[in-house]
Each structure stands twice: as structure tokens, then as C-alpha cells.
């Protein structure tokens, strides 16, 4: 009889080695061995595969000068302790932490006859770690280390994957038309998949007619899928898992279950790791080990994919089996795998829409007090804007129309306001072209702030530029109102730099950006003392402006609040 050994190592590595019939082989850690394991718990020479005929025997040892002498940690068949064995098709032997199984070789297949559908890769070792469990929504998550019974799929194995005819003969055999049969379901109801969720933006409904789809393809008991927790940028921050959609079938009848048991450890694996993961026998596997939760609720078999895109992996989509004389296999990874991805795809997709749409809400509010480049700052990186309230060094610019109230009191309300709006659109403009923020609008006046919520050495300078700017301006404004039938406007302005708090101020309801504090108080005392087309600013603005703007010293000013005159310095701008 022809056979061979399948060969399971500690570090998941598999591989075979085909047994020819009066060859004897040696079994061990050292280089020279016939058959050679990665294993720290395998001698440097272990044991024998010797053969009577067709027949092949495992024996516990080697020779050496003519005796045998037996290994340290023995070798075990189907479980049990053997010095000898006849193996048999089937027989599980275990040497060390290798597994090695002995199997009849099949003849080999024609070529290019069917395709090669797993990288199968095993996760040895039980490591004998406690159970933890976490409840989420009657979905718990049990820690265990991975066992020996899992077979990995990668997303480019299932993007790859194709179905193919033998070369040799133009007709199929039994199993390529099994194979086909069996594909073309699959693509059916992944046909019916991407016409239903093509146009939903509920990821609960999303994930909805995942659940549902894998259950008609695939003999799943329970189906949980599972959205990660994300960062403020869209990024994963852990592996923290979230179920959006859970389901059951119990006597062919769906229903939702109220405490569902899962595996952590095989949920982070496969969302570190990038790989669709089978489990063949929750019962013999090392990572159920102790995991009460799990082995009571009569798990055979389990299949976890990811919700794997190129940017993002967005969760995980996990199934089960109990019945305890059936497992999946690996066409049901396949048709679980391919609904994962293109269950992400939809979801990426919605996740994008939606952020777009914060975005743009975001930037409309954004860019009605601060320049477009601070609002795409923002937008890129949120978390360099601090929000709640910060301490900065800022200027800040008030600015007042003179004798407006005479004005309001004689003319018509709709007049009143069209000026206030050609007014207020022309300071604003000139306030972002200086880099400044737009505060606030204060009935005829308004307030900036220069160096927040970015900061920068010029701050303080630009202040002073917006202020010259704005009454230049005002003069050309003036011309225009005049030939539309207003009257002449002329407005003061103060400024002051100094320390100020800066951030979100008011409720849960309803909050503005803004500053507060003794420098905002004093530019609005110097805008008070300020005459129609004067600007006055304190000596400490003139200072972190680099003293380049020329001024006329005024007589010390006496302000509420402050024992000492407070400097005052007129620009000369005309």
C-alpha cells in the first residue's frame, strides 16, 4: 500500500512526506534524520517508520550500537502511549508538539484538473491561558490560544481564485462538475448579494443580508458579524468588536439567541493577521480548552473571515456549527470569505459616504469663521485642533462702526441690514486673508482672533495688516454705499496681545469657538476708545509684531478692571 505522513509542526508549518515500501525512516530534531522536526520537545533522534511489505509500523526509539534505546518524551498514537504500532489510515501519531498522521496515498490526479483551494496553515501549542470573556449585547468573547485544526484563507486567495477545466480532456469529471455546480450557487447568491445591499447605507441592514446569505449557503447554526470600534480619522485604533448582527437556526427555524459565546482569540488572529480562519473541532482544539462557555453550547466547527478592504479591516463576519457529527469545510470558508469581502466593500463604501457628508457640513461651518486653510487642516487632522478649552498666546481684533445706531433708528430695517452684509462680507474676507479667525458678530461690530487655532510668529502682524486693510477698504466701501443710496460709514478698531483661553464654550446644546479672558476684555476697551478711522493697540501687540508698524503714543489709558494705565498706541495707516 502506498502512504505517506502529513506533518503538522508546533510553528503551524505542514507538510508531507510520501512512505516508499521497505525503507525504514528515521524520525528526530537532528539535520540527519529522514523525516526532520522543528520541535523543541522532539530528541535529536526519536523514532523509527519501518515496513513489512506494504505495511508500515511506528516504533519509539533508535539504534545505536546495537541497541535500542527509547525516547524521553515517547510517542503517542491515536492518543495513547505505543513502544510499537502497524499503522493504519487515520492513526493520529504525536511526537513532541508534532502531529503527524498516517494517510493511504491517492493516485495522483491529472494535471490542471482542479485548483489549489487552501493555503492551510496550523496554529499549534495550547498555552493553557484562563478564559476572560467580555459581554457585549449577549455576545461574549472567550480568550484562548488557537489549537491545532485550523485552516487560514487569505483575501488574495479568495480575489484569485478561479475554476478550471483539465487541459487534457475537453470533458469534465465528476468532481469539476461538482466543483462548477457548487461555484455557480455561490456566485448566485453573490449576484443576489450585490443587487440588494448595491444601494444601502444602513450598516445594520448592510450586515443584515450577510448573515442571511450565509445561511442559505453554507449549514451555519449561528452567524454573529461584528463592526470594529474606530478612531475619530476613520483608522482602527484596536481590536474591539462591536455585534451589529446576530442570528440562530434552531429545528430549521431562525432565531435569535440570547447569550452567544465566541472566541476572542480567533477574532483578533483574524483581524491582525488578514486571514479567514477554520476551526474543523471546537471540541478537540486547544483554544477551547477550558472555555466552559463555548464546549456547552455544543460548538463543532467554527469559520471566522474579515471585513477586510485595502485601507481598513472593518470587522469580522464569525459562524458556527453544533452538530456534533458534521464540521464545515472548506468550501464553506470559501463562500463565507468571499460574502466577508464583499460584505467591506459595501461598508467602506457607506463609511465613506458618511464621512464625506460630516465633512462637508463640518467645512461649512468651518469656513464661516476661519480661513479655507485652516479648515482643511482641520478637516486632515482633527486632533491637532483642542477643543474644550486651551491656554495660547492670541490676538485679538475688535472692530465697531461709528454712529451706527443714529443710522438704524432713521433707516428702513431691509437697508440696515444690506449694509451690515456688504460690510460684514468685506472685513471677513480681509480677516481670512490675514490668516485670522472670525470670531463672532457683535450687532455693527465684530471680533478675530489671530494665532488660533493655529499659531504662528506673524499672528500679531497680521493683526495689525488686517486692521490697516480693513480701514483702506472701508474707503472704497464708502464709494459704493454712497452710489447705492447709503450714507458714509467709518469704523475703530482695537487690538491687544496677551494670553487668552481658547475653545468651545457654552452647552451640550449649543456651544461657539471662541476666547475669553483679560486680552479679549482689553481689545474691547481700546476698539471703545477708538474714533472713526483710528486704530489703537496696546504696547504689547506693537512688541510680538516686531515694532515694524509706525504709531503715535497716546496718553496712557485708565480701563476697568486694572489699577495701572494701560499704554496706548495709535497706528498711522494713511
Given at each position: ?21 521497505g ?6 530534531r ?14 535529536r ?45 487515520g492513526?493520529?501519531?504525536?511526537i ?10 491517492e493516485?495522483p ?7 489549489e ?6 496554529s ?24 491545532h ?13 478561479q ?8 470533458v ?7 466543483d ?13 448579494m ?17 448573515t ?47 447569550k ?26 486547544a ?22 478592504t ?21 468550501d ?29 457640513v463640518?467645512r ?6 476661519m480661513?479655507?486653510?485652516v ?8 486632533n491637532s485642533f ?11 481684533l475688535f ?21 451690515l452684509?456688504r ?9 481670512f ?15 478675530a ?8 510668529e506673524?499672528?500679531?502682524l ?10 483702506k ?28 483661553t ?9 456651544s461657539e469657538?471662541?476666547?475669553?479672558g ?15 478711522g ?6 504689547a501687540?506693537?512688541?510680538?509684531s ?26 498711522r495707516?494713511?
Amino acid at each position: 500500500m502506498s502512504a505517506l505522513l502529513q506533518i503538522t509542526e508546533p510553528n503551524g508549518r505542514i507538510w508531507e512526506t510520501n512512505l516508499v515500501p521497505g525503507t525504514v525512516y528515521s524520525i528526530g530534531r537532528a539535520k540527519e534524520n529522514d523525516i526532520v522536526l522543528n520541535d523543541r520537545r522532539v530528541s535529536r533522534k526519536h523514532a523509527r517508520v519501518t515496513s513489512d511489505g506494504d505495511r508500515f509500523t511506528i516504533v519509539d526509539g533508535y539504534f545505536e550500537n546495537g541497541n535500542l534505546i527509547r525516547s524521553v518524551n515517547h510517542v503517542f498514537v491515536n492518543g495513547a502511549p505505543m513502544l510499537e504500532k502497524k499503522l493504519e489510515p487515520g492513526d493520529a501519531i504525536i511526537i513532541g508538539e508534532s502531529r503527524l498522521e498516517f494517510k493511504a496515498a491517492e493516485a495522483p490526479s491529472p494535471p490542471d484538473t482542479l485548483p489549489e483551494f487552501m493555503n492551510r496553515v496550523v496554529s499549534g501549542g495550547n498555552y493553557g491561558a484562563e478564559t476572560v470573556a467580555d459581554t457585549t449585547e449577549g455576545v461574549n468573547y472567550d480568550d484562548k490560544p488557537l489549537g491545532h485544526t485550523q485552516v487560514q484563507l487569505s483575501a488574495n486567495e479568495i480575489i484569485g481564485r478561479q475554476t478550471h477545466l483539465s487541459i487534457e480532456s475537453t470533458v469534465a469529471t465528476a468532481e469539476e462538475v461538482k466543483d462548477l455546480r457548487r461555484k455557480a450557487k455561490m456566485l448566485e447568491l453573490l449576484y443576489e448579494m450585490s443587487k440588494s445591499i448595491g444601494t444601502v447605507f444602513d450598516l445594520k441592514e448592510i450586515f443584515q443580508k450577510a448573515t442571511d446569505l450565509i445561511f442559505r449557503g453554507t449549514p451555519a447554526d449561528r452567524v454573529v458579524a461584528l463592526i470594529a470600534d474606530e478612531t475619530i480619522d476613520g483608522k482602527i485604533l484596536d481590536f474591539s468588536l462591536f455585534p451589529i448582527a446576530v442570528r440562530t437556526r434552531e429545528a430549521s427555524t431562525d432565531k435569535v439567541t440570547e447569550k452567544l459565546t465566541i472566541s476572542r482569540t480567533i477574532t483578533q488572529k483574524v483581524m491582525r493577521e488578514k486571514v479567514a480562519l477554520l476551526s474543523q473541532d471546537a471540541k478537540t482544539d486547544a483554544q477551547f480548552s477550558g472555555a466552559e462557555s463555548i464546549v456547552s453550547q455544543g460548538v463543532r466547527s467554527t469559520i471566522c473571515a474579515p471585513l477586510i478592504t485595502e485601507s481598513n479591516v472593518h470587522g469580522v463576519l464569525y459562524a458556527d456549527r453544533l452538530d456534533p457529527f458534521a464540521s464545515f469545510s472548506a468550501d464553506h470558508l470559501e463562500m463565507i470569505s468571499a460574502v466577508a469581502a464583499q460584505t467591506a466593500v459595501t461598508v467602506e463604501t457607506v463609511k465613506a459616504h458618511k464621512r464625506l457628508a460630516r465633512e462637508e457640513v463640518a467645512r461649512a461651518n468651518y469656513s464661516r469663521f476661519m480661513p479655507e486653510y485652516v479648515v482643511k487642516q482641520l478637516l486632515e487632522n482633527p486632533n491637532s485642533f483642542r477643543l474644550g478649552g486651551v491656554n495660547q498666546l492670541v490676538t485679538v481684533l475688535f472692530a465697531d462702526i461709528r454712529g451706527f445706531t443714529a443710522f438704524s433708528e432713521k433707516a428702513k430695517p431691509e437697508k440696515v441690514v444690506g449694509l451690515l452684509n456688504r460690510y460684514f462680507s468685506v472685513m471677513t474676507d480681509i480677516i481670512f486673508e490675514h490668516g485670522g479667525t472670525l470670531d463672532k458678530y457683535i450687532g455693527d461690530g465684530l471680533m478675530a482672533i489671530f494665532g488660533a487655532p493655529t499659531a504662528t510668529e506673524e499672528d500679531a502682524l497680521n493683526a495689525v495688516k488686517a486692521a490697516v486693510t480693513m480701514q483702506k477698504r472701508l474707503a472704497t466701501l464708502n464709494s459704493e454705499l454712497s452710489a447705492e443710496g447709503y450714507g458714509q460709514i467709518s469704523i475703530g478698531i482695537g487690538l491687544h496681545t496677551g494670553e487668552a483661553t481658547i475653545g468651545y464654550i457654552g452647552s451640550d446644546k449649543r456651544s461657539e469657538y471662541t476666547a475669553i479672558g483679560d486680552t479679549v476684555n482689553l481689545a474691547s476697551r481700546l476698539e471703545s476708545n477708538a474714533v472713526g478711522g483710528q486704530i489703537l493697540m496696546s504696547e504689547a501687540t506693537a512688541a510680538a509684531s516686531g515694532n515694524l508698524i509706525p504709531v503715535n503714543t497716546l496718553e496712557p489709558l485708565t480701563v476697568k478692571n486694572r489699577v495701572q494705565p494701560v499704554d496706548v498706541l495709535e497706528v498711522r495707516w494713511s
